[in-house]
């Protein structure tokens, strides 16, 4: 119903990881859904309390590495025995062991790579226009601060119950993200 | 709401980091090397000498473009010489660096927090060096996409059964998976940056490669498992590079290449020399930066430790070598072991016993491993030994094979050495360039190692 609000958001701001945890558990309870929180460092105990689904990041792990292996053997097994045969003192063209280093290599080579770009697409990155870099003080996020975003277009969200909610969960400031 | 001032995460005090310091402490400290402190005499002279060295590699390699790689010291029976030796101990430096950052990762080890930034760039620069032996070493180097499987018109391929070009695909795989792995890694730290640099060149470009990082849940959640991943896909990598450049030797037919036992001591004697460049890096650079409260004795010492445990295997792997070569009863196996110490370059051949077996033994002694000074000496000692002992694998086994109306000399040129401290000094240089525009530490993760030692 706030699809139309002229801002992003209300963010609030922590000193430390403990409270941003808690308020992240609090606003999730108290039945927001559209939330986030921004921290300098990884904080596993916030997935729990924002119920983060799980991701989706090892199945491209996956595929790429069975793709780069397939893609690596076979690829040896159609220059070696079909394409450019050559016959060493009789011994199998088809001599699977041999492959296997270069299969591997190229196993990990894809993995790594389809692993860390779709890492970064399935995060939208790169994004290098975002709302939240409007908010006061938001370049302490990848600094020493803590913060606990509500977006506008949370079903749940009306500004000014919303900015008394975040004050409830007694962070150093709250305010508005401007979009 | 001022309460919360006294709920801010302070360091208690821990072998890995000093006490008394919070995100922001950390986070200014490691950045002000980047955005604020002027770069120092050291470092200026450091930066003069590296790039004289890069200008004598220029060189260097210019002539060589104009007359072929007769300008080296390589000729029949010698002839791979310099640039395979300095291929391989290139490459083994950069062992460190991938085992720093993903083996202890997956480990669970607190001490690589401060370390691995600086050693994964140490891997990359040092896999850059190592590339570009085999390239100059071609003869054409200009050909050297002939290396790779592409569909070209005269309807060859690569000999997929050969380790050298295993060696092609392990080398490039471990060079780019390096990369992806430290710039993940980097694109927290790029954030902060972005966000504290003044310049606003410098805004940019930090916030260009940041990506727009801005630090969500979300992001983070899967960045995590991301960066696990790759971990564990790095770690095989570490093994398996050195095992086929072991591979380039133990498939050949002479006597002290044809064994079994090179993969293993090949990895072995890499993250050897690796440790060693480790501990010749991070000497410099926390006395250069004031960074002993991050990289502190405790790392110095650890890394000593490896050295020590690394040196011993190299040293079972010699005496494995000796005595399976006696062993064998096979007369050219049991020369080369006579002819290593007793031949024409035995001088190589003790220096690298004295190098790689007796001066590690010195680091059984707490005092030596805590000491700055002798812990720098030892590491350039380790590092000279590990390249004598490739001129020994190399040249020895080349120069007495099995038929003496084959047996030759090797003698390297100017060249072979300008080629050879000309990636010393590109190395150095490229170091010294990342030191002043990345951070050396990973800020993120020294944050996360607050968090932890002050719950």
Same mark, same amino acid.
């Given at each position: ?5 002229? +801002? ?67 690829m ?10 050559? &016959? ?7 001599s ?22 779709? @890492? %970064? ?18 370049? %302490? ?39 | ?17 000093a006490?008394?310091? /919070? ?15 002027k ?7 450091a930066?003069?000498?590296? #790039?004289?060295?890069v200008?004598?590699?220029? !060189? ?14 390589? /000729? ?16 083994g430096?950069?062992?460190?660096? !991938?085992?720093?950052?993903? @083996? ?47 569909? &070209? ?7 997929f ?33 972005? /966000? ?33 991943? $790759? ?5 095989? %990598? ?5 095992s086929?450049?072991? @591979? ?47 990289? !502190? ?12 445990? !690394?040196?011993?295997v190299?040293?079972?792997?010699? =005496? ?6 006696w ?8 020369? +080369? ?27 059984w ?18 590092? $000279? ?24 000399m ?8 300008a ?8 190395? =150095? ?12 530490i ?6 996360? #190692? ?6």
């Amino acid at each position: 119903m706030n699809i139309h609000q002229p +801002m992003y958001g209300l963010i609030a701001e922590f000193d430390s990881a403990e409270r941003v945890v808690e308020a992240a558990r609090k606003t999730r309870e108290a039945g927001y859904i559209r939330i986030d929180a921004l921290s300098p460092f990884a904080l596993p105990e916030l997935d729990e309390a924002l119920h983060l689904p799980k991701n989706r990041v090892p199945l491209i792990f996956l595929i790429g590495g069975i793709c780069g292996g397939l893609f690596g053997f076979f690829m040896q097994v159609y220059s070696c025995v079909y394409s450019y045969p050559i &016959n060493v003192g009789g011994r199998p063209l088809y001599s699977w062991p041999t492959f296997i280093p270069i299969t591997f290599e190229l196993t990990i080579l894809s993995a790594g790579l389809c692993g860390a770009f779709g @890492m %970064l697409i399935l995060n939208g990155l790169p994004q290098h226009y975002h709302p939240l870099f409007n908010a006061p003080q938001f370049d %302490l996020a990848s600094q020493n601060k803590f913060f606990l975003l509500i977006e506008s277009s949370d079903s749940k969200f009306q500004l000014d119950q919303t900015r008394e909610f975040l004050g409830s969960l007694e962070p150093v400031s709250v305010s508005e993200v401007p979009r | 709401m001022s309460a919360q001032s006294s709920e801010i995460a302070v360091s208690r005090g821990s072998p890995v980091l000093a006490a008394g310091h /919070d995100y922001s402490t950390v986070t200014d400290k490691i950045a002000s090397v980047v955005l604020n402190q002027k770069s120092g005499l050291p470092w200026q002279f450091a930066f003069a000498i590296a #790039l004289l060295l890069v200008m004598i590699l220029t !060189t260097a390699v210019s002539y060589l473009f104009l007359r072929g790689v007769g300008i080296w010291g390589v /000729d029949i029976p010698v002839a791979w010489g310099f640039a395979i030796i300095n291929f391989v101990w290139w490459i083994g430096i950069g062992h460190a660096g !991938t085992f720093i950052s993903a @083996m202890l990762y997956l480990m669970r080890q607190d001490w690589r927090t401060s370390i691995n930034r600086f050693a994964e760039a140490m891997t990359l620069f040092a896999v850059a060096c190592a590339g570009m032996f085999p390239l100059l070493h071609l003869g054409r180097p200009w050909e050297f996409f002939w290396l790779l499987p592409y569909p &070209n018109t005269m309807w060859l391929w690569p000999q997929f059964r050969s380790p050298l070009v295993w060696d092609v695909f392990a080398v490039s795989t471990y060079g780019t998976i390096s990369l992806v792995f430290w710039y993940v890694g980097l694109i927290p730290d790029l954030a902060t940056l972005r /966000d504290k640099a003044k310049p606003s060149i410098a805004r940019k470009l930090y916030g260009w490669f940041a990506l727009g990082w801005r630090g969500s849940a979300r992001h983070w959640q899967r960045y995590q498992i991301a960066y696990l991943l $790759l971990a564990g896909l790095a770690a095989p %990598l570490v093994v398996s590079v050195h095992s086929v450049v072991g @591979m380039d030797f133990a498939a050949a037919q002479l006597p002290g290449w044809h064994s079994t036992i090179f993969p293993p001591y090949f990895v072995a004697g890499a993250i050897f020399s690796g440790f060693a460049m480790v501990l010749t890096l991070a000497i410099p650079l926390r006395w250069a930066y004031g960074l002993q409260d991050f990289i !502190t004795i405790r790392h110095l010492e650890n890394c000593a430790k490896l050295m020590l445990v !690394t040196g011993l295997v190299v040293a079972y792997g010699y =005496a494995a070598e000796a005595f399976y070569g006696w062993l064998s009863g096979n007369e050219f196996d049991m020369y +080369m072991n006579v002819n290593r110490g007793l031949g024409n370059y035995r001088v190589t051949y003790w220096v690298l016993i004295f190098c790689n077996v007796i001066s590690p033994q010195f680091l059984w002694f707490q005092f030596v491993r805590r000491s700055v000074f002798l812990l720098f000496i030892l590491s350039l000692i380790v590092q $000279l030994g590990m390249w004598m002992e490739r001129f020994v694998i190399i040249v020895t086994s080349l120069q007495r094979d099995f038929l003496p109306s084959s047996w030759g000399m090797y003698y390297p040129t100017l060249w072979d050495y300008a080629t050879l401290f000309g990636t010393v000094g590109f190395f =150095a240089l490229c170091f010294l360039i990342f030191v002043r525009i990345l951070p050396a530490i990973s800020i993120s993760e020294m944050r996360e #190692l607050v968090h932890k030692e002050a719950a």
